[in-house]
């Protein structure tokens, strides 16, 4: 258990050097250039706004509170921010992402470049709609967060919630687009993350921080796609 949560972590670093692979290169173009675009317009917003939501959102009666309630509700903002800003740059990058894992995988595998049937129509379709499937999903999730989180005295434990649904919901969105090109849809990739909960959170964990660190996040969606391929083929190829 312990080896496959490390294993996973450590995965999502050591593909950031995967990136610059020749054979991959114009693969990770677009969906770096996506989560540059959306960081850096996330950034912006977040400390522009970050003020008034803080003001908003503590009442003044917890004033005598301030230095434990600040930094936990400045955590809670960061991921609820940047994670939805996440989803966004995900949906537009899904169909490049998908294409960026099956390059990968073949690569993995030794294998040479297979004939995809798949016209780019239906990549567009299929790796859309399973972005909505996702979200659906995250919705079920959210809103009791989002609800627990403006409730008194529960909301001291909320940014724990908070990090445990982000790592867990990472680790998801990324498993889905190798996955996905072996024709497995959303709930076997659900089934997957709970039969392998070590690995899952390991996966989770890595791109969690990956995402947090300035700058490095820039480069967050084509690592966690290289690092969920790498995760998912040592997965099957164990099973095998």
């Known amino acids: 258990m312990i080896s496959s949560f490390s ?23 677009m969906p770096l250039m996506i989560n540059i675009a959306l960081f850096s317009v996330t950034i912006y917003y977040v400390t522009s706004q970050f003020s008034s939501w803080m003001d908003s959102i503590l009442p003044s009666w917890l004033d005598w ?11 809670t903002i960061l991921i609820v921010v940047f994670y939805s ?38 990549l567009i379709s299929r790796t859309i709609a399973a972005e909505f499937k996702k979200i659906s999903y995250i919705l079920l999730w959210l809103i009791p967060l989002l609800i627990a989180t403006f409730i008194p005295v529960i909301n001291l434990i909320s940014p724990f919630l908070w990090v445990l649904f982000a790592v867990w919901m990472l680790s998801l969105e990324y498993l889905d687009y190798p996955m996905g090109n072996n024709n497995l849809r959303f709930p076997e990739v659900k089934q997957t993350a709970h039969r392998q909960k070590a690995m899952t ?4 964990s890595g791109l969690f921080i990956l995402t947090t660190i300035p700058f490095i996040n820039f480069i967050a969606i084509p690592a966690g796609v290289i690092a969920a391929t790498k995760v998912y083929i040592d997965h099957t190829d164990k099973k095998a």
Do not use: C, M
Not at 65 to 75: E, H, R
């Open 65 to 75: 509170l301030n230095w434990l309630i600040i930094p936990l509700f400045t955590v």
């Open 85 to 122: 800003f996440t989803i966004v740059a995900n949906i537009i990058a899904a169909p490049f992402n998908s294409l960026l894992a099956e390059k990968y995988e073949q690569l993995l595998r030794g294998e040479t470049d297979k004939q995809n049937h798949e016209t780019t129509a239906q």
């Open 7 to 29: 294993n996973s972590f450590f995965s999502v670093f050591t593909s950031v050097l995967t990136l610059f692979k020749t054979e991959l290169r114009r693969y990770v173009i």
């Open 201 to 204: 959170l390991g996966l989770g």
